[in-house]
């Protein structure tokens, strides 16, 4: 069983930054696609970025010339700089993984994240 464990949130002031990390822990298991998504309160969740294991990155349109997210090995990160109050939400890692002939997509149990105005 792969699990993905996300850390990094916190609190910041607007215009601060952090850094997200999401790494995939198991064994016998490839990962194809890696992503990040958030879920403010009272909203659904939302893709804010993705990767691709081609190295296509999209992002969303709020976070553009903001976020980067980069991956090394089996860590995917979320550099999240120039913050405002609207990017609050819980993060969540997504991984699209291949463990042999199974292809399953994993969720990380989530990291908060306030930005203060």
């Known amino acids: 069983q792969v699990q993905l464990v996300e850390s990094g949130g916190g609190l910041v002031q607007a215009g601060g930054s952090l850094r997200l990390s999401c790494v995939a822990s198991?064994?016998?298991?490839?990962?194809?696609?890696m992503a990040w998504y958030r879920q403010a309160r009272g909203k659904q969740r939302e893709l804010v970025a993705s990767?691709?294991?081609?190295?296509n990155r999209n992002y969303a349109d709020s976070v553009k010339g903001r976020f980067i997210i980069s991956r090394a090995g089996k860590t995917v990160y979320l550099q999240m700089n120039s913050l405002k109050p609207e990017d609050t939400a819980v993060y969540y890692c997504?991984?699209?993984?291949?463990?042999?002939?199974?292809?399953?997509?994993?969720w990380g149990q989530g990291t908060q994240v306030t930005v203060s105005s």
């Open positions: 997504n991984a699209d993984i291949q463990t042999g002939p199974r292809r399953v997509v994993s």
């Open positions: 198991g064994s016998d298991f490839s990962i194809n696609n």
């Open positions: 990767l691709t294991s081609g190295g």
